[in-house]
């Protein structure tokens, strides 16, 4: 089973490197690694260079934006599955592919979408958080109103799921075009959440999660999704009821996370 870890970038030169090295140190090796970069102007496309052996596929240009980028990228992609890595993300150890795997072999001929773990890590804190992630439905994903419960980074989708969904968009969106494409994805295919370690997503200054933008894209991916043709009493219940089960398996992670902060 061939794996497809696509990572996208611009003027990434400050984490890049950790992003590769997370990637071509996993213990399973049929992966394709795709790269894409926006015409950096800083010391990125030295640093992939260094790293171009064990890299499957490099593509250099201008882009609209990440997800149109991500899509140059799915576009040459051949694996099986394919997930997407930032490029100021990494994969939480060396394991994490061979365990998705073994997963996936486990359970392929009845999902076509798998998502599992992911952690937080603090830039400015210096403080890695546990974030459990949860079995959850279309609906309740769209009702949640976020992509929290499965994430971006931690979810691989099959081919066939690209085969018949096709790419981000990219046009309408540059910032949420993630959240919108997992509705679309949920609504068509069962997804199953595996209890395993993939990325360790990192929270900074600069990020597009940090920058606000993701908020001011949330209501017209609602609006796209069907979110205002459910009854808003049903809306509400499938809210409270998925973000009290999200939250209660995170409040061991949350109550730890404050006493290491406290403690700093």
Same mark, same amino acid.
């Given at each position: 089973m061939k794996i497809t870890i696509i990572t996208v970038c611009y003027n990434?030169?400050?984490y890049i490197e950790?992003? @590769?090295?997370?990637?071509?140190? +996993?213990t399973y090796k049929d992966i394709e690694y795709i790269i894409v970069d926006g015409m950096s102007t800083d010391s990125t496309p030295q640093i992939i260079e260094r790293y171009q052996p064990y890299i499957s596929k490099y593509i250099r240009?201008?882009?609209?934006?990440? /997800?149109?980028?991500?899509?140059?990228?799915?576009?040459?992609?051949?694996? &099986? /599955?394919? &997930? @997407?890595?930032?490029?100021?993300?990494?994969?939480c150890n060396e394991h994490v592919i061979e365990n998705v795997v073994s997963q996936i072999e486990k359970y392929k001929d009845k999902y076509e979408v798998f998502y599992? *773990?992911? +952690?937080?890590? /603090?830039?400015?804190?210096?403080?890695?958080?546990?974030?459990?992630?949860?079995q959850t439905t279309?609906? *309740?994903?769209?009702?949640?109103?976020?992509l929290t419960f499965m994430g971006h980074g931690a979810v691989f989708i099959s081919r066939k799921v690209y085969e018949r969904l096709g790419n981000y968009d990219c046009d309408n969106y540059s910032a949420s075009s993630d959240f919108d494409y997992f509705l679309r994805v949920s609504k068509i295919f069962p997804s199953k959440y595996i209890k395993t370690l993939t990325q360790t997503f990192r929270v900074h200054e600069a990020? @597009?999660?940090?920058s606000g933008r993701v908020d001011a894209e949330v209501e017209p991916v609602l609006r796209k999704n069907g979110y205002y *043709?459910?009854?808003?009493? @049903?809306?509400?219940?499938? $809210?409270?009821?998925?973000? $009290?089960?999200f939250w209660m398996i995170n409040i061991i992670p949350m109550m730890k996370f404050y006493y290491q902060k406290a403690t700093k």
């Open positions: 990434s030169e400050r950790q992003t @590769i090295r997370s990637v071509i140190n +996993q240009g201008k882009d609209k934006n990440m /997800y149109d980028a991500i899509n140059k990228g799915m576009a040459v992609s051949t694996g &099986d /599955y394919i &997930d @997407i890595l930032n490029s100021d993300d990494t994969l599992g *773990e992911e +952690q937080k890590y /603090y830039q400015y804190l210096g403080i890695t958080k546990a974030r459990p992630k949860m279309h609906m *309740e994903l769209l009702c949640s109103r976020r990020s @597009i999660t940090s *043709e459910i009854n808003p009493v @049903i809306r509400a219940l499938y $809210f409270s009821w998925g973000w $009290f089960r």
